[in-house]
């Protein structure tokens, strides 16, 4: 069983900055492909930023792309979310999520992700 726990949501201004965490517990250690994800009101969830714990390889959602760093930090089991010059259109329920069956990495694709943590909200204001 994997325990995720999201934390560091919050209300900020247009161009202000948020660092999500996402700690990990259990069989965490054995993820594989761990990503961010979002969802707005009314909208579907979709892929923000992803990273392959093995070899850091990240990919990232061109809305994000420039302003959004995804890490990790293994010997802590955490994954963070670096969000800078945000923007009102990034109002949203950040969740992570990790991949923990075999395969290769999912990349945005929801199902392919295995475990998710409970979200945490973003608010961004003009």
């Known amino acids: 069983q994997v325990k995720m726990v999201e934390s560091g949501g919050g209300s900020v201004q247009a161009g202000g900055s948020l660092r999500l965490t996402c700690v990990g517990s259990?069989?965490?250690?054995?993820?594989?492909?761990m990503g961010w994800f979002r969802q707005a009101p009314g909208k579907e969830r979709e892929g923000v930023a992803r990273i392959f714990s093995l070899t850091g390889d990240t990919a990232y959602d061109d809305s994000v792309k420039g302003r959004f760093t995804i890490s990790q930090d293994k010997a802590k089991n955490t994954l963070y979310l670096q969000m800078n010059r945000l923007k009102p259109e990034d109002t949203a329920t950040y969740y992570c999520a990790a991949q923990i069956q075999p395969g290769g990495c999912p990349d945005f694709e929801i199902s392919g992700y295995d475990y998710w943590g409970q979200g945490t909200q973003v608010t961004v204001s003009s």
């Open positions: 259990g069989a965490f250690f054995s993820r594989r492909c």
